[in-house]
């Protein structure tokens, strides 16, 4: 059964502008979040879908958006892209209960210059 | 407030064990994760504990968990060069239907040869 697979893997970015990272979770699994790990900050949660629905969403600036299609692949927004947004984006795949066990995929890294 | 702590750094012989600590502050914690994290990859669930157990051992791999003093600890038997990592301690927090990952700063395991 395939993992959770993040796209892009590698991306540079300017300043101002914006980017679209995707998700795709593990089949049958409903439930998609968003962490963003730096140095400085760790591991932060950003937003988690269920459904098409965002069910819940961390301390993140309104730049920060994503969301879920029907078939539960997930994409996040950042707009007016800053310095500090420079970060590896993980995705994680759950099928959606707090007991239920999270999978991570590999990361989107991305550097704003 | 939930907060996770860890020490950051920790340095083993091969074929040592290895323990790494983690403690917790939320008292609604339903699952207790352990990922590893290799240079440039994203998460990999190493293993998991429901917060109604104390023990729990996969192969190598024993966690202990302290409800009481809210702490939480992975041995790693035999430890390999293969293990040298980051090893992040999370809690997963739920409420209103939702639910997030909230994880330690992750302690740098390194094995000498």
């Known amino acids: 059964k395939a993992g959770v697979t993040q796209t892009p893997r590698y991306l540079i970015k300017t300043r101002g502008q914006q980017v679209t990272l995707s998700c795709s979770p593990i089949?049958?699994?409903?439930?998609v979040s968003w962490y963003q790990q730096t140095p400085g900050q760790g591991l932060q949660f950003l937003f988690e879908y269920f459904s098409e629905t965002q069910r819940n969403k961390g301390n993140f600036p309104g730049r920060f958006s994503g969301r879920q299609f029907s078939n539960s692949r997930s994409e996040m927004n950042v707009s007016t892209l800053e310095l500090g947004d420079s970060a590896l984006y993980l995705c994680?795949?759950?099928?959606?209960?707090?007991?239920?066990?999270?999978?991570f995929g590999e990361g989107s890294w991305l550097t704003v210059v | 407030g939930e907060d996770v702590e860890q020490s950051l750094f920790l340095s083993v012989r091969e074929g040592d064990s290895s323990v790494i600590n983690c403690t917790y502050t939320?008292?609604?914690?339903?699952?207790l994760y352990w990922y590893k994290q290799e240079p440039g990859a994203g998460l990999q669930l190493l293993t998991y504990i429901f917060s109604n157990m104390d023990m729990k051992q996969d192969q190598r791999l024993t966690v202990l968990l302290n409800k009481k003093d809210k702490h939480l600890s992975l041995r790693i038997a035999d430890t390999q060069t293969g293990d040298s990592a980051i090893y992040f301690c999370a809690e997963s927090i739920s409420g209103a239907g939702s639910y997030q990952l909230t994880f330690g700063k992750g302690t740098k395991l390194s094995v000498i040869p």
């Open positions: 939320d008292s609604s914690s339903t699952y």
């Open positions: 994680a795949s759950s099928l959606g209960r707090a007991e239920n066990t999270i999978y």
């Open positions: 089949s049958g699994h409903r439930s």
